[in-house]
Nanobody, 123 residues
């Protein structure tokens, strides 16, 4: 079992930066791929980025490539999402999720989810 807790959300102006953290419990954290999704009220949950469990391969949605960076520190059981050059359309609740295999962009395939953290980008 893995429990995930997100932190680091908040309000930022367009062009600014935020770093989200996803802290996980469980001794097998390093065996899980971790992804970030985001959701706007009334819309489907959208894939943002993911990092694999072994060699740290990373995957990004086109909408965030070049602006967002995912990384992980297995010693701290934490995954980070560095978000730069934020845009108003990045406003959403951001969730981290865990999957015990190669990461995918399909939310339904993830086994564990955090409670989410709000990110608001003002114009």
């Amino acid at each position: 079992q893995v429990q995930l807790v997100e932190s680091g959300g908040g309000l930022v102006q367009a062009g600014g930066s935020l770093r989200l953290s996803c802290a996980a419990s469980g001794r097998t954290f390093s065996s899980y791929a971790i992804a970030w999704f985001r959701q706007v009220s009334g819309k489907e949950r959208e894939f943002v980025t993911a990092i694999s469990w072994n060699i740290g391969g990373t995957y990004y949605a086109d909408s965030v490539k070049g602006r967002f960076t995912i990384s992980r520190d297995n010693a701290k059981n934490t995954v980070y999402l560095q978000m730069n050059s934020l845009k108003p359309e990045d406003t959403a609740v951001y969730y981290c999720a865990a999957l015990r295999r190669t990461p995918t962009s399909f939310a339904a395939e993830y086994d564990y989810w955090g409670q989410g953290v709000q990110v608001t980008v003002s114009s």
